[in-house]
């Protein structure tokens, strides 16, 4: 499978900040999707991205995918407490291909 | 509608026994996929069944197997338990043939625990 990493692995952040988490591959990405897991939870499908330079918006979440199809990074604006979780970038060639995520803390 | 769901939620086994995990995908979807994930780790693909058919297998040992039903649902067999096969045991269903540009959507896995 496509291999991915994600980085930071964690990001711990002050309420109402914004942060980046990034996805990398050595290769090029026929697809990225993009899934959520609260802490206990299952992972939950956010967004795929399919095109070339593909930029995608869910409220104060950003998603886009490099113009190269090796890259994709999650913006999100003003986090919020409901941000908490872990936040994983796959390829998915009929499997999804895990990172290790991104975990995110937030802080009142 | 219902979405995947997985039973047992929680299981507790010894090293050496057998498990068997089981799932329902959401309605109308016909592929099934078996995630492994070990805490503080991203889940690991294991099997995906479409069809009732076998079309793709991650790098786990003979150990596991899976099967999927004539009504789509399918069972995951661990067989001679170790204790690094604890884990939450993640199914997820997709809809067409689970190719390609197709959304999983998970259950709520079966955690097990291996003592």
């Known amino acids: 499978g496509q291999q991915v990493m994600q980085i930071p692995q964690y990001q711990h952040v002050q309420e109402g900040e914004d942060f980046t988490t990034y996805c990398n591959s050595s290769t090029t990405l026929s697809n990225i999707q993009w899934y959520k897991q609260r802490p206990g939870g299952h992972p939950v499908f956010l967004i795929q991205l399919v095109k070339s330079g593909e930029v995608k918006k869910q409220k104060r979440l950003t998603f886009q995918f490099g113009e190269a199809k090796k890259n994709s990074s999650l913006h999100i604006t003003a986090t919020q407490t409901t941000d908490v979780g872990t936040y994983f970038c796959?390829?998915?060639?009929?499997?999804?291909?895990f990172g290790a995520g991104t975990t995110v803390t937030v802080r009142a | 509608d219902a979405g995947v769901t997985q039973s047992p939620t929680h299981l507790i086994k010894t090293r050496g026994q057998q498990v068997t995990l089981r799932c329902s995908p959401i309605s109308g979807h016909k592929s099934v996929s078996w995630y492994q994930q070990v805490l503080g780790q991203g889940p690991q693909f294991i099997f995906q069944?479409?069809?009732?058919?076998?079309?793709g297998r991650g790098n786990f040992p003979d150990r596991f197997s899976a099967r999927q039903f004539p009504n789509y649902s399918s069972e995951l067999n661990v067989n001679a338990l170790l204790l690094g096969d604890s884990a939450l045991y993640l199914c997820a269903s997709s809809s067409g043939q689970g190719g390609r540009n197709q959304p999983q959507h998970f259950g709520d896995g079966t955690r097990l625990s291996i003592l």
């Open positions: 069944y479409y069809e009732k058919e076998e079309r």
């Open positions: 796959c390829s998915n060639d009929y499997k999804l291909s």
